[in-house]
């Protein structure tokens, strides 16, 4: 309630009857009860007693209305960095080093037609590896604009002061020689992927003599499939270009999963990967970086499927204004409520057992003990 108490009201001031922080502390309630539309915030709010909404500084339920010009025109940019600042304070003190994987991903429900064809809003976003909490996020119209997108949230995330110490895990889109260098000033590690998009980069490292370096293996089973990897770590040469990179590392995935057309068989995928990192090997041996590299794909598996598939956010006819950014940051605001509150905890499970108790939906915002 403290931070949204200090998101700027887009509204003119006459007619004003419910604050710009009780609208969106409704919003994000609703959205922890598995609301996923306005008309959904809505009915949700209007169904909830009053002496609840109470706790959010509202004297009555806001309209439909309300809460459309509100999310409409709120400012992104603003209540990502807020929401990002508040769950950083939140798993600062989880132990170990922090790690964050920085992925985008594309709002595909809110695609708009413009004079240059159809565009959807792209969003990248910062987790936190174990927690599975959001630390921000930024927009972009493409896809194309990602890196300096990516960019941009690195400074956000090291003007609030979330870089110090911490590790950056990045696709291979943002394997650049500029994007290491700003994660380096701002005092984090880089963990970069290398992948056959760089062709001569990804030449240079097959090249390298990995047959002479030792090799750690770790195997994985489940749902029916087994997965092997196998990676090899040396210092990295002299022609690499990145700045503060002490490491280069070798990962071959072999994964054995059932046949997709249900023949009974099993087939095989082989992929092999090359990885620099600034972290040296005594805070990053082998199996630590493995680690590091694997669970990047939390942001994936644990934020865009959730906001993907619990949500329905692909198919989210929100188009207007900030509306399509502003959901989608409820939408992981939600889930790192839920996640803080209980690391195990089953996002749609969370949402039913929410939307049935709506005042353990507020708690969540209101009482330290929610968290």
Not at 91 to 96: L, Y
Not at 312 to 340: F, K, N, Y
Not at 346 to 359: D, F, S, T, W, Y
Request: proline share 4%; glycine share 8%.
């Amino acid at each position: 309630m403290e931070v949204f108490a200090q998101v700027s009201d887009p509204r003119a001031c006459r007619g004003v009857r419910h604050s710009v922080a009780g609208v969106l502390a409704a919003g994000l309630s609703a959205t922890l009860a598995g609301a996923r539309s306005f008309d959904a915030i809505a009915q949700w709010s209007a169904e909830t007693d009053p002496d609840l909404l109470g706790q959010l500084g509202l004297n009555r339920s806001p309209s439909e209305a309300t809460f459309r010009r509100v999310i409409t025109a709120a400012d992104g940019d603003e209540l990502d960095a807020l929401l990002g600042a508040f769950f950083h304070t939140r798993i600062a003190a989880s132990g170990g080093r922090r790690v964050i994987a920085i992925d985008g991903k594309t709002v595909r429900g809110a695609r708009t037609r413009t004079s240059t064809g159809a565009r959807a809003p792209h969003l990248v976003s910062a987790l936190e590896h174990q927690a599975g909490a959001v630390l921000g996020q930024v927009s972009v119209e493409a896809r194309s604009n990602e890196i300096p997108a990516a960019r941009t949230l690195l400074s956000t995330l090291e003007n609030a002061g979330m870089l110090t110490g911490a590790v950056v895990t990045l696709d291979a889109m943002h394997t650049q020689t500029e994007t290491a260098a700003q994660i380096v000033a701002g005092g984090a590690d880089y963990v970069l992927t290398v992948k056959a998009n760089q062709k001569n980069l990804f030449q240079a490292c097959k090249r390298l003599p990995w047959k002479h370096i030792p090799t750690q293996e770790q195997v994985q089973t489940g749902h029916g499939r087994r997965a092997h990897r196998a990676i090899k770590v040396t210092t990295v040469p002299a022609w690499i270009e990145f700045s503060g990179a002490t490491q280069i590392a070798k990962i071959r995935r072999t994964t054995t999963r059932p046949n997709s057309k249900r023949s009974g068989r099993m087939e095989k995928t082989v992929e092999i990967v090359y990885v620099i990192t600034s972290a040296g090997h005594r805070e990053a041996p082998a199996d630590v970086l493995a680690s590091w590299v694997q669970h990047h794909w939390c942001i994936e598996n644990r934020l865009h499927w959730v906001r993907d598939v619990t949500f329905d956010e692909d198919r989210s006819q929100i188009r207007t204004g900030s509306a399509p950014r502003v959901m989608a940051t409820l939408r992981s605001a939600a889930i790192s409520l839920h996640r803080l509150h209980d690391p195990a905890i089953n996002i749609a499970a969370a949402l039913r057992h929410h939307g049935r108790h709506p005042g353990k939906a507020i708690m969540l915002l209101t009482s330290e003990k929610g968290l």
